[in-house]
């Protein structure tokens, strides 16, 4: 069974620094991966998905690498603002139709000015 | 701006009482579904719709209807036989490309349900 691990479950950082979010998943066999972004009491908001095929994206200050063999994704945040604060989730798809993705817990940032 | 709205934002139930929670999108994409957060828990999906007057059972359905009559549109009620309703409730859809589904799903603002 797949499952989707997410460490830390929340993370302090002052304003400006260089940052990881980790995403780990048991079973390699996934179509793709989609980073999320959740702010409290909101919605999900797309930031990054990596189809299974490629390594990494990239949107902004934002990086996400994909290393299906060894189960890991991981989430890079450039210079890290106070406004990057929220609740980070990733999930894996299991397939094409989007109807077996599996979520992790999420990673709560919270940068401080 | 296109994107996709629920409604209500809030919404408190008594025990024993149906409730219908609005998902609408004009993203014109076909693949609509139905999840519900829980704190300490991932997101778990209730119900999924492919296509028009078409859907599936997720992994937690039981106590939840959905219908899908128009592309825009896909409600739910969440029943009185839920034994345990209250939840953050998130309608999300993704879109196709050349007849596959692209897998990137995106989500409304949520529905905060609470039964009293």
């Known amino acids: 069974k797949q499952e989707v691990t997410q460490i830390p479950a929340a993370l302090s950082v002052p304003e400006g620094e260089n940052l990881v979010l980790n995403c780990s998943f048991t079973?390699?066999?996934?179509?793709?991966l989609q980073w999320f972004r959740q702010d409290p009491g909101k919605g999900l908001t797309s930031l990054l998905l990596?189809?299974?095929?490629?390594r990494e994206q990239t949107s902004g200050r934002l990086n996400a690498s994909l290393d299906k063999s060894s189960g890991r994704s991981t989430l890079y945040i450039a210079a890290s603002q106070p406004g990057d604060s929220a609740t980070y989730l990733c999930?894996?798809?299991?397939?094409?139709?989007?109807?077996?993705?599996?979520f992790g817990k999420g990673t709560t940032l919270s940068v401080s000015s | 701006d296109g994107g996709i709205t629920q409604s209500p934002k809030y919404l408190f139930r008594k025990e024993g009482q149906n409730v219908t929670l609005s998902c609408e999108q004009n993203?014109?994409?076909?693949?609509m579904y139905w999840y519900r957060q829980d704190p300490g828990q991932g997101l778990r999906l209730i119900y999924y719709?492919?296509?028009?007057?078409?859907?599936q059972k997720g992994d937690i359905a039981e106590g939840y209807s959905v219908s899908r009559e128009k592309k825009e549109s896909f409600p739910l009620t969440v029943t009185s036989a839920q034994k345990n309703p209250t939840a953050f409730y998130l309608c999300?859809?993704?879109?196709?490309?050349?007849?596959?589904?692209?897998?990137?799903?995106?989500f409304g603002e949520g529905s905060r349900l609470t039964v009293l």
């Open positions: 999300a859809s993704s879109r196709r490309n050349r007849g596959l589904n692209t897998g990137e799903l995106f």
């Open positions: 079973d390699s066999a996934i179509y793709n």
């Open positions: 990596i189809q299974s095929s490629q």
């Open positions: 999930a894996v798809s299991l397939n094409q139709a989007g109807t077996a993705l599996i």
């Open positions: 993203l014109n994409h076909d693949a």
């Open positions: 719709s492919q296509i028009v007057n078409d859907f």
